[in-house]
C-alpha cells in the first residue's frame, strides 16, 4: 500500500514530506504498457503529484502537467488529497545514457511544468516555470522556489528490476518555512550534500519515516500518515455531460451517420459505449 509522512524539523520550520508509490507506478506501468524512460518520467510526476495534493485540502484539486517538447510528450496529472489520476502522451519511449542506464532528460526534453489549482474560489490559479533539466527532481525544486517561492528540495526516485518491470518507487519534498533561521539552512543543506540518492534509496527499500530520518539524522518530529491511492472517478454520466457540451447539431450528425459513440477515459482506459438509443434520449434532454 502506497502511504506518505509528513514530519517537521529544525524547529518546526522545516517541513518534509516522503512517500512511497510502488503500486500506484506499477499499476499505470502496466494499464499503459509504459518503456522504461516514460515509467520513470511518468512515475516521478506522478509521485511529486502525490505529495503536491497532500500539501493541499481536501476539496481542491490540482492539475498538474509537464510539458516537454521530447519523445514522451506531454504528462497530465490530476491530485487531490491523497488521490492522484493521469496519464502521458506517449508510454513507449527508452532511450539510452551513454553508460547505458536509462535517459529521461532526453525523453522529456525542454519546455514548462504547469500547475492549475482549482482551490475552490472563483478562478483556478495557474502557475508555471521552465524545465531547466528534465529529470523532473530538480525541475520541481525549481518550480516550488521560483514559481511558489517556497525554498525547497525535491527528490524522486523510480527504480526498475532486470525485466524493465517496477521495482519500487517514491520521493520527498523538503520546504523552508519562513522563520527558518540561517544555521538550520545551512545544517540542512549539508544534510543534503551528504543524502545517498533518492533512487538508492528507493532500490535499497526505505520506507517514507526511513527517508525523513536519513535527511535529518534522526531529528524530527513526525505527524500524518496518508494512504495514497490512484482512483479514477470518471463516470457514464460525466461524459454524458461532455457530450451534451458538444452541442444539439453535432449530436444528431453522430447519430444519423454513426448510430453510436465510443468514448475512452485517457486516466484508466475505461471504454463509454452509447447506443442509438441512448444518443436519442441525450438529445430530447437538451
Ligand atoms: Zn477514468
Known amino acids: 500500500m502506497d502511504y506518505l509522512k509528513k514530519a517537521y524539523c529544525m524547529n518546526k520550520t522545516v517541513r518534509i514530506f516522503s512517500c512511497i508509490t510502488t503500486d500506484m507506478v506499477s499499476h499505470y506501468q502496466k494499464l ?3 518503456w522504461p524512460s516514460s515509467t520513470i518520467a511518468f ?12 500539501t493541499y485540502k481536501s476539496g481542491e484539486r490540482l492539475n498538474i502537467f509537464v510539458k516537454g517538447d521530447g519523445p514522451i510528450g506531454k504528462i497530465t496529472v490530476e491530485a487531490t488529497f491523497g488521490n492522484v489520476r493521469g496519464y502521458m502522451e506517449n508510454p513507449g519511449v527508452y532511450l539510452e545514457n551513454n553508460n547505458g542506464g536509462i535517459n529521461i532528460t532526453k525523453a522529456v526534453g525542454a519546455g514548462e511544468i504547469e500547475v492549475i ?3 475552490n474560489m472563483r478562478e483556478p490559479f495557474s502557475s508555471s516555470s521552465e524545465i531547466i533539466e528534465g529529470d523532473i527532481s530538480n525541475d520541481f525544486t525549481y518550480y516550488f522556489t521560483k514559481s511558489e517561492q517556497i525554498p525547497s528540495s525535491v527528490g524522486l526516485g523510480v527504480s526498475l528490476n532486470t525485466d ?27 544534510n543534503l550534500k551528504e543524502l545517498k540518492p533518492i533512487t538508492q534509496m528507493i532500490d535499497e527499500g526505505y520506507s517514507p519515516e526511513d527517508i525523513i530520518n536519513e535527511i535529518t539524522k534522526g531529528d524530527y518530529e513526525l505527524l500524518d500518515e496518508i494512504e495514497l491511492h490512484h482512483n479514477c472517478n470518471c463516470s457514464k454520466e460525466r461524459f454524458k455531460k461532455g457530450l451534451k457540451s458538444l452541442g444539439k447539431t453535432t449530436l444528431e450528425e453522430i447519430l444519423n451517420e454513426d448510430k453510436k459513440v465510443d468514448i475512452k477515459c485517457n486516466f ?14 441525450i438529445i430530447l434532454e437538451m
Open 43 to 54: 512515475g516521478k510526476t506522478l509521485t511529486i503529484s502525490a505529495i503536491m495534493g497532500c
Open 117 to 119: 489549482k482549482d482551490l
Open 164 to 190: 524493465s518491470t517496477v521495482k519500487a518507487s517514491g520521493g520527498f519534498l523538503i520546504q523552508i518555512m519562513p522563520g527558518c533561521k540561517d544555521e538550520y539552512i545551512t545544517e540542512l543543506e549539508k
Open 32 to 34: 499503459f504498457n509504459m
Open 268 to 281: 484508466c482506459n475505461t471504454n463509454y459505449h452509447f447506443d442509438e438509443d441512448e444518443l436519442k434520449e
